[in-house]
């Protein structure tokens, strides 16, 4: 079974960058598309956007301009790069396959204002 792992999260002010970091297990990694998630506190889980196995990016209108997908298939990692931070960007941070495996521990990320 899959298993990703979250790194690179942490506290930020506003107007700020972080890159998050998720390496996965396996060697599934180049064939698969790979889907960006964040749970703020209270709040459900939810999507962010996703970048193909080929390169293709989708994100949702909340982040689009500001954040930025990448991958490494030599490194099974894909980065999530965060500019201009908002504090509404505060969660914790989660990459999954599409379809999804199981869940890692996930990054904190939290913005201050």
């Known amino acids: 079974q899959v298993q990703f792992v979250e790194s690179g999260g942490g506290l930020v002010q506003a107007g700020g960058s972080l890159r998050v970091s998720c390496v996965a297990s396996g060697n599934t990694f180049s064939a698969n598309d790979i889907g960006w998630y964040r749970q703020a506190p209270g709040k459900q889980r939810e999507f962010i956007g996703r970048?193909?196995?080929?390169?293709?990016?989708v994100y949702d209108v909340s982040v689009k301009g500001r954040f930025t997908f990448s991958r490494d298939n030599a490194k099974s990692t894909a980065y999530l790069q965060m500019d201009r931070l908002i504090p509404g960007d505060t969660a914790v941070y989660y990459c999954n396959f599409i379809p999804w495996e199981s869940w890692g521990q996930g990054t904190q990320v939290t913005v201050s204002s």
């Open positions: 970048i193909s196995s080929s390169g293709r990016t």
